[in-house]
T-cell receptor, first 116, second 112 residues
Framework: DAGVTQSPTHLIKTRGQHVTLRCSPI?????VSWYQQVLGQGPQFIFQ???????GRGNFPDRFSARQFPNYSSELNVNALLLGDSALYLC???????????????FGDGTRLSIL | RKEVEQDPGPFNVPEGATVAFNCTYS??????FFWYRQDCRKEPKLLMS???SGNEDGRFTAQLNRASQYISLLIRDSKLSDSATYLC?????????????FGQGTILTVHP
């Protein structure tokens, strides 16, 4: 069975541009979460979507947005890119529904975003 | 204070050694706990969930002390392939069930 898939694997952008990152969850998983990981730190939570609705948002500016589609895939959008947005962006899926914190999240390979 | 704190290391140990990692978390309402492993430039992978009763998976043993808000991971008989960053992870549950809070990670290098 396919795991969580993310695209693209690598991306180079310049300041001020926008970017769209894509994620397909494990089949049957309805919950998708996005994380940002900068070098030397653990991943930081950005968003969670469940059943196409935003269920959680981390401490990120409004330049960051996301959505989930009827097939449970998801997109993360970042506008007006800054140098500090350079990071590994990770998508994770889970079978958890409301309150299902015991279900672990499974991560995709990530998209490595570099801002020049 | 960080929500999840780990000693970043690095830990350098010889093959066969026993090594222990510790982690503390600040939110006493946290409900679920995990250890993830991350290889260089790769995604985090679930190593094991952590339960109050303690749990073991082969050479790996995880412990949770809710009263002290403390989580540990013990690796026995270290292998070269255990070299990685180990991430302590907490889930508050409730309406935040989709959010994992990660520690900084502890770097382990196992040498011959």
């Amino acid at each position: 069975d396919a795991g969580v898939t993310q695209s693209p694997t690598h991306l180079i952008k310049t300041r001020g541009q926008h970017v769209t990152l894509r994620c397909s969850p494990i089949s049957g998983h309805k919950s998708v979460s996005w994380y940002q990981q900068v070098l030397g730190q653990g991943p930081q939570f950005i968003f969670q979507y469940y059943e196409k609705e935003e269920r959680g948002r981390g401490n990120f500016p409004d330049r960051f947005s996301a959505r989930q589609f009827p097939n449970y895939s998801s997109e993360l959008n970042v506008n007006a890119l800054l140098l500090g947005d350079s990071a590994l962006y990770l998508c994770a899926s889970s079978s958890a529904g409301q309150g299902g914190s015991n279900q672990p999240q499974h991560f995709g390979d990530g998209t490595r975003l570099s801002i020049l | 204070r960080k929500e999840v704190e780990q000693d970043p290391g690095p830990f350098n140990v010889p093959e066969g050694a026993t090594v222990a990692f510790n982690c503390t978390y600040s939110n006493s309402a946290s409900q679920s706990f995990f250890w993830y492993r991350q290889d260089c430039r790769k995604e985090p992978k679930l190593l094991m969930s952590v339960y109050s009763s303690g749990n073991e998976d082969g050479r790996f043993t995880a412990q949770l002390n809710r009263a002290s808000q403390y989580i540990s991971l013990l690796i026995r008989d270290s292998k070269l392939s255990d070299s990685a960053t180990y991430l302590c992870v907490v889930n508050q549950g409730g309406t935040s069930y989709g959010k994992l809070t990660f520690g900084q990670g502890t770097i382990l290098t196992v040498h011959p």
